[in-house]
């Protein structure tokens, strides 16, 4: 059975980094916020505020791999993204293949009626969401 430890997942972008929150037990995630980030390094008040707020117990950072399996250059951003989660929050992240979770969330918003863009938040947050339950589904396997 699955642990009831809280949870928070991000889709780490250079430019922007969806996150989600949720609870390990339940195994489903609730987007919460899409944070601007420059190269990768987002606004750390506002992380730190989420932090606050939800108290997770552990971070999922999404790993951009290729199809393939092999990594991409942005892989090296989202790992350092995760040390910099461990070594404020003093926490552990957990790295999270992500691959086909933007491209999921973006059919999502299209079977929606909605045309997704670079304004369209709701895709950053849905692929944390999604990062956050595939996790949660590999790790009760």
């Not at 791999?65 to 951003?77: A, F, I, K, Q, V």
């Amino acid at each position: 059975m699955p642990e009831s430890r809280s949870l928070m997942a991000f889709d780490f972008g250079e430019k922007w980094i969806g996150v989600a929150v949720g609870q390990e037990m339940l195994g489903h995630g609730s987007g919460k916020a899409r944070l601007k980030a420059r190269d990768g390094i987002p606004d750390w008040n506002q992380v730190a505020e989420l932090v606050e707020t939800w108290q997770p117990d552990l971070f999922l950072v999404g790993l951009p791999l290729n199809m393939d399996g092999t990594e991409t250059w942005l892989c090296h951003l989202a790992r350092k993204f995760a040390r910099r989660l461990e070594g404020r929050y003093h926490r552990p992240a957990t790295m999270v293949d992500e691959r086909l979770t933007t491209h999921e969330a973006k059919q999502e918003s299209l079977a929606q009626g909605r045309v997704p863009d670079h304004a369209d938040e709701g895709v950053d947050r849905r692929a944390a969401e999604l990062i956050l339950e595939t996790w949660c589904a590999s790790a009760s396997d």
